[in-house]
């Protein structure tokens, strides 16, 4: 199974805590559309002999995209690639978009007779959009106003109310052990993401990255840090809470009802192949990564001239079975001992199982079925405890 990811770098306003590639100038927009189209025409036959299962549109803010522009970025895979006969097409949305959309849907006349057009929702679904994953982020306005976010907690419940009319394939985006939430309030947000019936939670803890706003307002003493503490609180309540109400905690950040596991993302952690579109979007294609330039001019620029702007990484062995432990660890489905030893060596697996002994006696790690799995104590530190399984490149 292999996906297309398609990155859409604009975005109203800039979060706080966020240093993904974006712009909040519209400019270029236009351009870089058309611009897309072409990477993806150019790119085709890297996937010559594969079948697309997965459509994504990430960014940035793809709900800044108008109905013709994402037709237009569909068509072009459509026409370039061979796509399966029922693709995941999912859409990353902000409720302010949405909320602004539906209100632009208003009954219009024509003749004596008063025709109400399709909500933003059904104008999605009509152009192949199956899924949403909305940043929701928080329901509470102090935690949206610390974050920056675009839209305000009102919003965010009522964009949930019409996507829930419309979708049922819907994800929504928590973050969890903001400074001054209290663990209290952050069960409410979970209850209030509950009470809407969505299938699936993806929920990160907020990490102060360097050059952010979030990082220059803690440095400066304007907001206090972040918790570790807390957040690991946090975290135990979201799992105890999701699982208690049927959720499958499948990866470590993502939850779902059975059968609304995300096939993007589970394909990323599986190490399926998958190509990024767009500036500062990333590949993969079992062997090699790449990734596009991070400036909207220079990739529009590049693309115009017929040419690929992309960095590209041949992954050793070592790297490969680095990225392996890494992202299985994070799954339910764990590291599979029999495929280290298969895709790798048995040196390999033996180096794994020592490296691990710590672990598995501090109950951290354990093996059943021949797979090494994170245990629920070890799960918030889980990303820590892969890289002591790491080997180092020779």
């Known amino acids: 199974m292999s996906g297309i990811y398609i990155h859409i770098p604009f975005c109203k306003q800039a979060c706080h805590y966020c240093d993904f590639h974006f712009s909040t100038s519209m400019k270029k927009k236009g351009e870089l559309v058309n611009a897309l189209a072409k ?17 994504y549109f990430g960014g940035g803010t793809p709900s800044l995209l108008t109905i013709d522009e994402l037709q237009f970025l569909i068509d072009a895979v459509y026409k370039n690639y061979k796509v399966s006969e029922h693709p995941e097409i999912t859409l990353e949305a902000n409720p302010d978009d ?18 109400k057009p399709k909500t933003i929702f059904e104008s999605y679904r009509s152009i192949g959009i199956n899924r949403l994953s909305i940043g929701i982020q928080s329901f509470f306005e102090a935690d949206l106003k610390l974050m920056n976010r675009a839209h305000n907690a009102e919003e965010a419940k009522a964009c949930l109310v019409e996507a829930t009319k419309h979708f049922d394939n819907i994800s929504l985006d928590l973050i969890y052990g903001i400074p001054n939430a209290t663990n209290e309030q952050w069960l409410e947000n979970i209850e209030t993401a509950l009470s809407f019936g969505v299938p699936h939670i ?20 304007l907001i206090d840090d972040v918790d570790d503490e807390q957040a690991h609180d946090q975290f135990h309540i979201l799992k ?16 779902a ?60 062995e070592v790297d490969r079975y680095n990225e392996y432990i890494m992202t299985g660890l994070r799954t339910q489905w764990g590291v599979s001992i029999a495929k280290v030893e298969t895709d ?22 354990y093996i059943k079925d021949e797979h090494l799995r994170v245990t629920k104590k070890g799960q918030f530190l889980c990303d820590g405890i892969a890289s002591e399984l790491f080997r180092l490149n020779d």
């Open 240 to 255: 105890d809470r999701l699982e208690a109400s049927g959720f499958i905690h499948y990866e470590l950040s993502n939850f």
């Open 202 to 221: 993806s929920s990160y803890a907020l990490t102060v990255e360097p050059k952010t706003a979030l990082a220059s307002f803690i440095k400066k003493g």
């Open 98 to 115: 949405l909320i602004e959309a539906s209100k632009a849907g208003d009954a219009v006349s024509v003749g004596e007779a008063e025709v």
């Open 344 to 365: 790798y060596s048995k040196d390999f697996k033996d180096y794994l199982i020592d490296q691990a002994q710590v672990f598995i006696n501090q109950q951290l790690l």
């Open 257 to 316: 009802k059975d059968g609304y596991f995300s096939k993007n993302n589970s394909a990323y952690w599986q190490g399926k192949t998958y190509l990024g579109i767009g500036p500062s979007a990333h590949s993969f294609n079992g062997k090699q990564r790449g990734w596009n330039v991070k400036n909207n001019s220079m990739y529009i620029k590049s693309i115009e001239q017929n040419e690929l702007p992309i960095e590209i990484e041949t992954l050793t």
């Open 39 to 55: 990477e993806l025409e150019l790119r085709k036959d890297e996937f010559n002999h594969t079948t697309v299962h997965t459509i």
